[in-house]
């Protein structure tokens, strides 16, 4: 049985984090999922939120965007739009963010991409103020 993950997380401009775990929590789709070694096989999309992985040096955190995740028993790999710590989280500009899609998101029509692009930014902003 193995004691650990192997967890690589990774945007389209680097890697964010690639090491040891012996817990990682995601932001699915449906909510917050939890994965321990030995998971059973699979791939999960996820939403902005924030994600933990337990390391030998204790517990990280990122602030994810939207993405996925493939899971196996003995690895995770998260492919996500954005990543950053959240202690790195631009608060000033993620509020505006927020305001913006807010606004957006009152006055576009439903089903236009705007509106659609407006929804996902509202997500991500919330998910940096940790909303």
């Not at 193995?2 to 775990?21: C, F, K, R």
């Not at 939890?34 to 990280?60: N, Q």
């Not at 899971?71 to 950053?84: A, G, H, N, P, Y």
Request: aromatic share 4%.
């Amino acid at each position: 049985m193995a004691s650990n993950l192997q967890v690589d997380i990774v945007t389209p401009e680097a890697s964010a984090y690639s090491g040891p775990a012996s817990e990682v929590l995601l932001p699915a789709w449906e909510g917050e999922m939890g994965i321990y070694p030995e998971h059973d096989a699979l791939l999960t999309l996820i939403r902005a939120g924030r994600c933990s992985v337990t390391t030998p040096e204790g517990v990280k955190e990122w602030i994810v965007g939207r993405g996925f995740a493939e899971v196996s028993q003995t690895r995770v790999t998260i492919l996500t739009d954005s990543c950053e710590e959240p202690g790195n989280v631009d608060r000033d500009g993620a509020t505006a963010d927020l305001k913006e899609a807010e606004e957006t998101l009152a006055t576009a029509d439903v089903a236009s991409e705007k509106w659609r692009q407006a929804q996902i930014a509202e997500e991500h902003a919330k998910a940096r103020l940790g909303l």
